[in-house]
């Protein structure tokens, strides 16, 4: 098995007569995926390489079936086109744009959790399931299916941490990009359940950087829910202090969001963590070996 | 993006919010020409886009012409270093502002709260201090509430957080009325941080904010016109120069310049470096899908910065193609030199295209590395041998 995606994910590609988003939704189809439909509104009708093109992401779950919606629409449209697929009947939406403003994703993160739809992202850079399916800008060659699945806020960081765990002869179950933005449709504890309950994935690989408390959250998660064992890395050691401006960022999380105060959450529920991408994907195997 | 204090003023006399009258001043002269027309008591104020600025001397009140020029000559140009180390700052700019009659100093604020995906108000009687104190120490005075995404946020919502915070009777309604407005600037704005410390009420039991801190989301600038003109501009030669040629960069103080690709992998960079035992010059995120024109304008800002011996190229390709920055290596060393050494470690996507071209174009100077870590290691041997 596998999580968020597989064999059965139908995918429709909002953004799919655009450059990004058709060099990418084809690279998808590429690799296995069932690419059913491409949305773009005013090209309904249109095809691109043979995938048809629906006005609305409801026409393209009526008529082509899909669950599953990918977002490759420019920032400013984003917003509107991720609340059209959480209205349209899929059950995963996958916003890959970068840029969109963040109290857009406010009311949006709202309106997909009411709905009972899974957002993962924005400014992500998709989900895997190697072997089964990919959706989203992740090189999927880099990455052998496997019992280890990662979850990760930075992208680059984990096709580093993926192609080292392929090099030491494993791979992965899933890799899931939650994005890096303040609020993002999933967070790291939503996709550690998902990790937990999937029978494939014997041990988690998470992925964190400095800003925000979700890693400090997902460690008591981690301890209380947990029972598969989790390593983790945190990027940022020597990030310059930001500039603070006001003190009430500081006063809501009880963190300083530093990396140094994540990895000592982590470590204090007896997360290993990794020094570097690479002592990280060497702790990763070698836990997996002793299971 | 954070705004100056008088910007944020000017942001709040916008939506209703009463704030004292003043000027902003960028000279001694001018100060104390806005300090005759404001009248005395006026307040002379540090414009820096840090906190502490009492503490540090850059918040003075002028009694007469005499301290106006005085404390504006004092304010000017002085250096402020942040609560936290930060900076130091240069303040370029003073706000004049008239004296306020102050009876009552409360704290408020709006802040987008990540962790629970709302906005969150929070209010406080105890203002006009350390308000991290005041959490710590006396939590129960700090009243924290979210607000409702899926609900309007009105003046009796906002009265329960005032009367909770036990604010005096007489201000409840007035303070009520600000807290909407906050929110509203919040919402209409792109604001994802509103601390007013402290809110005022005046002996005329008037509810004025006296100081503003405001944060606007970047990624919303496209529609707030009024507030992207006022972007300012950054302090330091390479992180302007970055800017205008699009690039995410942030100066440091050691000798190693470093480009990756992603923010992540260029975070992780820095600490493989300084793990390695050596200092970061730089974060630079060359970004997804960099072309080579953009690896250029990197190095262009990179070597530009004179403290930087060696340079460490690490990307894993992901949308970036090896060969477009195998290409930009070359184009660069062509047109702007290649004086230092760069070490390059090239994976992923087309990194085999890449490597290829770099081989043949033979630059003098550029190391190549599998690893990040062996990347690491060179790049501070070489940059310890060449400073």
Redesign the interface.
Known sequence: MSIIIDKSTKLAVSGLTGREGSFHGLRNKAYGTDLVAGVTPGKGGQDVEGTPVFDTIKEAVEEAGANTSMIFVPARFAAPAIDEAIESGVETVIAITEGIPVLDMLSTYWKAREAGVRLIGPNCPGVLSPGKANVGIIPAQFFDPGPIGVVSKSGTLTYQIGNELKQAGTGNSSIVGIGGDPIVGSDFIDILKLYEADPDTELIVMVGEIGGDAEERAAEFIAAEVTKPVVAYIAGFTAPPGKQMGHAGAIISGSSGTAAAKKEALEAKGVRVGESPTETAAIAVEVLRSL | M?LLEYQGKQLFAKHGIAVPSGEVAATVEDAVAAAERIGYPCAIKAQV???GRGKAGGVKIAKDRAEAEQFAGDIIGMDIV??????PFRVDSVWVEGGSDIAEEYYA?I?????E????A?VSRQGGM???AV?AESPEA?V?VHID??REFDVAAAREIIAAAKLADDALDAAAEVLVKLAEV??EE?A??I?V?PLIVTSDREVVALDA?V?I?G??L??HQDLAEVADTADDPQEQMAKEKGLTY?K?DGNVGIL??????C??T??????AGGA?AN?LDAG?GSKAEAIVNALEVITSDEKVDAILFNI?????RGDEIAKGIVTAAGQIGLELPLVVRL???NSEEGLAILAEADLPNLHQEK???DAARRVVELAGASS
């Open positions: 954070d886009l840090i906190g942040g609560p936290h180390g930060e900076g604020s802040i987008l709260d990540r962790g995906k709302k906005l969150l929070m350390d308000i991290e959490a700090l924290k995404p899926t919040a919402r792109d994802t941080l601390e410390n801190k944060t989301d990624n919303a496209f529609r942030v440091l990756a690709n992603g923010a992540g992998l975070m992780s820095l600490d493989v470096v300084a793990q970061p974060f997804g894993f390709g992901g949308i970036t994976d992923g996507t690893t990040m870590l």
